[in-house]
């Protein structure tokens, strides 16, 4: 599996092995720049390049 952290534009931000790991740069991203969390969200994909799973948007990682 890979998950990696895109854009809105579609640019990709960086790609992970780890589900964690990503979740946690996702995280730091939206912490660092919390008006980014509308722009950036991560995504899962198979080894076949397959999107599997839920998109995590970092607006869903904003603490209230």
Sequence with gaps: MTYS???STGN???AFDDHDAAVAALTAIVTAEPDAADDVFLVAQDDQGHLVGE???GSSL???
């Design 62 to 64: 904003v603490a209230a």
């Design 12 to 14: 990709l931000v960086d």
């Design 5 to 7: 952290i895109f854009d």
């Design 55 to 57: 998109t995590v948007y």
